[in-house]
């Protein structure tokens, strides 16, 4: 059987191991904004995840505004100016505060594998920390690209997804 004929791929800019973010010149793949951006790109596809185990709850559509604010954050992370609005962590705050109403009380670990939904909340919380540590970086080396609200946005939210899933 003759094999097609193999056709290379035009160039890609980043093959290089560099990409720009907006309003910058080209920068390395390996500096820690890429990370921070790519954490919080999983974590808004594990909140998905969540969702589609939850479809059929308020928690839906908290989640969805949960996934703009992550967007927004990115934002934030690649151009370096503020988006974020100002009443998401106090929104943020009040839904785990309803949260941690829904849930039972924590008696030291919790240990996921209740159920589904349950287990794909503990894993957006993860998810969550290590977007969290990614950012703090971030802003120890860049301290323009990432607001201390940002900041404090997804510490709470690694609580909030606490909550979820213990209440799940």
Known sequence: MEQPPVIPSPASSGDN?????????RIDKSDVRFDALGSLDELGAALGSVRVAVSSSPL???????????????????????????????????????????????NGFDLPGKNEA?????????????????????????????????????NRLSHFLFAVARSL
């Open 17 to 25: 191991g560099t990409a720009a973010l907006p309003g910058s010149m």
């Open 60 to 106: 839906n559509t908290v989640l969805e505004i949960i996934q703009r604010d992550l967007l927004t954050i990115a934002g934030e992370v690649a151009t370096g100016r503020p988006h974020l609005a100002p009443d998401a962590l106090a929104k943020l705050e009040r839904e785990s505060i309803r949260a941690d109403h829904a849930a039972p009380p924590t």
């Open 118 to 154: 349950s287990v794909r909340a503990h894993v957006a919380r993860t998810i969550c920390r290590r977007a969290e540590r990614d950012a703090v970086r971030t802003r120890k080396a860049h301290p323009e690209q990432i607001t201390s609200i940002a900041l404090a946005y997804l």
